[in-house]
């Protein structure tokens, strides 16, 4: 069974700093790897996603993704922090459906990203 | 395009009673799910369904009931709300289960038991 672990619940960074958000993986078979924000009171949305190809992926709002094979990680970077990045940020993980009863799409448990101005 | 519905977006209820979360999608999406999201737990799964007339179980279905009638609509219905029910609803669809398609969510339902 997969699983998805994001490091820290709570980030803070100072405006204009690097964001680093950290999610590895546990997956028996190359999977898919998606990033998603929630802002308050809002609903998920999806930031970027790997599938296949270059394993270097870039999103909305100039954030961007690596997927390290080696690693079993997809952390998620911005170079300068906005205050508007301020949300709560979901690493997920699908893997092709093979049969069984499971969903495919697994979470991480969210990290809180905090701006200080 | 919609995308996926919710409704109602807030709601208060007493304990024992019943209600109906509304969901529906216009994307002709096969799959589709219900996670519930509280402080520090993520999204867990509730129910979810591979399409019309097919629905599962997930990660923490107790309390919960589910349907899926038509490809658009997956709605929720709790059978007697307990304050434990006290959550964040949220409706999602996905092309097919195990897809490299991401999920598309609706923008929750919050909902309170007294």
């Known amino acids: 069974a997969q699983s998805v672990t994001q490091l820290g619940s709570h980030v803070s960074v100072s405006e204009g700093a690097l964001v680093l958000l950290r999610c590895n993986y546990s997956s028996s078979v190359p999977p898919y790897l998606f990033w998603y924000v929630q802002y308050p009171n809002q609903g998920l949305q999806l930031l970027l996603k790997?599938?296949?190809?270059?394993?270097l992926v870039k999103g909305i709002n100039g954030f961007e993704a690596e997927f390290k094979k080696s690693e079993t990680s997809f952390h998620l970077t911005k170079p300068s922090a906005h205050m508007s990045d301020a949300a709560e940020y979901f690493c997920?993980?699908?893997?092709?459906?093979?049969?069984?009863?499971?969903?495919?799409?697994?979470f991480g448990k969210g990290t809180h990203l905090i701006i200080q101005p | 395009n919609a995308g996926v519905t919710q409704t109602p977006k807030f709601q208060v209820l007493k304990t024992g009673q019943s209600m109906t979360l509304q969901c529906a999608q216009d994307m002709n999406h096969e799959y589709m799910s219900w996670y519930r999201q509280d402080p520090g737990m993520g999204l867990r799964l509730i129910h979810y369904?591979?399409?019309?007339?097919?629905?599962d179980q997930g990660e923490v279905p107790n309390g919960y009931n589910v349907s899926r009638s038509t490809t658009e609509d997956f709605p929720l219905r709790l059978l007697s709300a307990a304050p434990s029910q006290t959550s964040v609803y949220f409706c999602a669809s996905r092309f097919d289960r195990g897809s490299n398609q991401p999920q598309h969510f609706g923008d929750g339902t919050r909902l309170s038991i007294l």
């Open positions: 790997y599938t296949t190809g270059a394993t």
């Open positions: 369904s591979v399409g019309a007339g097919i629905t």
């Open positions: 997920a993980v699908s893997e092709k459906y093979s049969g069984g009863g499971a969903d495919g799409l697994t």
